[in-house]
């Protein structure tokens, strides 16, 4: 099965919008979820990080890791419950 990968410029616009707004966006053990219905799967570790949200899109592995320390300045931004 062929996966389509992420636009690099897609996830640019993500990562930008997650450092700039993260109040727009939540998360979960296993998605990073923004208020658009974007929907990133993050369970299982980044070996397994890719789109689900509105389309399947799987994400290189230097996207990877660009999303990876986002996705932990995010949580660290985020209000514990």
């Known amino acids: 099965m062929k996966s389509d990968f992420i636009n690099p410029d897609s996830i640019d616009v993500i990562?930008?919008?997650?450092?700039?707004?993260?109040e727009e966006w939540w998360m979960d053990r296993y998605h990073a979820?923004?208020?658009s219905g974007v929907s990133i799967w993050i369970g299982n570790g980044i070996t397994n990080y890719h789109v689900q949200e509105p389309h399947y899109q799987a994400i290189?592995?230097?996207?990877?890791?660009?999303l990876r320390k986002a996705l932990k300045k995010l949580e660290e931004e985020m209000p514990s419950l």
Not at 15 to 22: G, I
Not at 60 to 66: A, D, E, H, I, P
């Open 15 to 22: 990562l930008n919008n997650m450092r700039r707004k993260p």
């Open 33 to 35: 979820k923004h208020r």
């Open 60 to 66: 290189s592995w230097t996207n990877r890791l660009k």
